[in-house]
């Protein structure tokens, strides 16, 4: 990654890239929104940091986006709004140029993170996240403890705040050290959205296992627990009955808020399939990207150490 | 529009001034007088201004029209209106035929399927014109598009497809019809072809001509262009150098990438500063930052106040959008009004217009200004009182008065109601209140057309013929001020231009009838000869 100081923008290469036909593996979209002042540039910065892979940073200000220019090195810009017609026209026609220069980075980045601007709609910026080479991960929203109550009553931007938190598949409760104490939060946000993954953090610490979910090939063999959490994983060849599925995803430990994986589904064996699951909510749907997907099933379950007990996939394991 | 000379017979052009209007014997014994009379039996009025318009207005006449209505490109060719899905697919048959390249993609704009009888148009009918070239048919809305199985096949669109907006049939097959930006987003190369015509060089000819066919001589392209990028400057300097551009541009600078710190917009300031200070020409201006704080009415985006929407879509949030944390918004304006530059702020509702009013109040507050005039842009639900406040604090209002024919009757009826749909677009009230107030197209979001604007602001009639809100109609010579010197004095060109007085540019409208003499109802149906530029005559749909 080159290193230099503030945002650059988008390159205004006419040729669009596919990504689908660059990687080997869909590259994973994690979108971050919240409410101005919120923490998501400190989260940025962390995951930066933290990240072992190599991350493309997306920044999308006054519904448009720019590029971190940590990350790419172009700096002409030629993108459009058209304002009053649409307001996310911007962001189409930015995105695709924002994707054209992650593609021609080098080492090419394996995951996206893209920071809403403090008004967007995280759920609109998501929708982007479902394009081919591409797999959406979570939208990750960070909620300023100590000013949450007072944003949601605030009769300008209220709503706003309640519907980014809305949209989250895991909200960040941040600045915890700060705030007398975080029941009254929590009890509030659970009114609007009571599936997602809650995590209480400071200084937009998080575990980037917990937002992105671990990558089966890193997750240690014996299955040992490093840090908070622990990862354990399933991997087999034969495809899985849905019911199976559905099973043992409602069997899980509560403590078990984040998980993922490719699956083949025995009823529709040939489409590798994508599982997340993100606090209380989980999804399958079709992987965009067939050519390159490993074979069999990979799963990766993420808890609280000492949560998640060995043979949590026993079921999965009768069927191989 | 110079009320102590309001009609004249003949007009005296040294150059590209006016040196005289009065009566053609006034000027006989001028020195060296040649007498024109071509435009004896016309009508000559000051050049209309265009102050709310996009560059990229006329780029979508590169590639075929599919829309209901008849309309004229900016060479002047009538396209007559695809009234059915057959004759929608017969033009483009006839242009996959005429195209070369067999792989090329065949874009075309303009369908309106709400006006289409029959079937609505999908893929399968498409494919009719072509199997084998991807085909993008970009709707009218800017917010749909409708694809062949080729342009799906190459994008990677079937039932797999997660991304919401890809329409699909009760088999669970995409149709063809891809709904909202990140779903026609998927079909890249078309989205993209388009938005390379728009941003183009041969883009800020086609508006131009637009413009000059229908009597504008000086338009504002408010907040398109990203002057702080290399090139763009240059690209509208090549354009507007050319003795034959046939119209002034104010560019205005677009408030963004800016991450809304008080020193990162000082430093967008200083850019905006620079460019009024050392880059003007004769028909290029700057000296206006544009900002946009919410969204649109039809939307359902804008930010209006309580009780907010009538009949908004399922999920719908209950109010709109901010594009800027409203927060931010004193320290924004504070910086560019401190600079000197004159802030038009994009406020559709009435939540927005508030916010921009208090900031600019608050900014006078800390730093009083004369003159400043700080626009609010669109101002359609802006109230009484509002208009109030700004007349108080010096502010001007460009009201976008073709909103009333284009969704008048769906205001009444979807967006706000018919109490709040018949206030909207409230030019008696800007008038009453004393606000100095335009009014405009936001081409491309409707047509340009100042005299069609101008009968909307005076009969108010919506598409199916009804008088939204009488009250608020105005008269046709407080029309023609909107579009001529009030225009002018948001563009703060109102010295130079926007009045025919002598030392002004000699920039006009030439009109076959007068707007004065016509039924109210007939001034948009007034044909535009065309334009004078700094003395140079541009004649309509010339090429
Ligand atoms: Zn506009």
Redo the contacts between chains.
Sequence with gaps: MGHSSG?R?LS?G?T?T?L?DLYDSPMEVTVIGG??GAGKTTLVNHLLSQATEVIAVLIN????I?IDDKLVDSA??????????????S???G??KALDDVAKRNPRPTRLVIEA???A?PA?VA??G???GMA?NAVAVVADSVNLIQQLADP??G??V??QLAAADVILLNKTDLAPETETVRTELDRFNSDALLVECVHSRIDLDLLFGSEVSKVPKASEAVGEYESRCHRSNQPIPRDALVELIERLPEQVQRAKGIVRVAEEPQ?PMVFQLVGRRWEL????DRKNAPEGNQLVVIGPKGTVPLDWDRTLKVED | MDPTQPFATAIAVQGDRIVGVGDREDFLDFPQTEVDERFGNKILLPGFVEAHSHVMSGALWEFPYVGFYERSDPTGRVWSGCQDVDSVLQRLIQCDQEMVDPDQTLVAWGLDPIFLQGERLVAKHLDQVSTKRPIFVFHASGHLATVNSEMMRQSGIDQHTPTPGVAKDDSGVPNGELQEPAAMSLASDGLATIFIAMMSSEAKWSYALEARNCGVTTAADLGTTRLAMEGQLEAWRQATDDPQYPIRVVVAFGNFGSDGTPANIRDMAEKAVHLREHEESAKLRFGIVKIVLDGSIQGFTARISHPHYLDPPPGHPGNGLWLIPPEQMPDIVSAYHQAGLTVHCHCNGDEAAQVFIDAVDAALQTHPREDHRHTVQHCQLTTEQQYKKMSELGMNANIFANHIFYWGDQHATITVGSPRAEKMDGCATAEREGVKFSIHSDAPITPMGQLHTIWCAVNRLTASGNILGPEERIGVHKALQACTIDAAHQLLMDNEIGSLENGKLADFTVLESDPYEVEPEELKNIQVWGTVVGGVPFQAGSQ
Excluded: M, W
């Excluded at chain 1, 200000?61 to 448009?64: A, R, T």
């Design positions: 945002r923008s205004s006419i669009v596919k689908v409410y101005l200000d006054f519904g448009e720019n002409d810009e030629n993108t459009i709004t058209l304002t009053n017609g649409c307001i996310c026209c962001l189409a026609d995105y695709s601007s403090g008004v709609d609109a929708a982007y479902h394009a081919p959406l300008l931007v709503q706003t309640r519907s489409i749907r079709a992987l965009a």
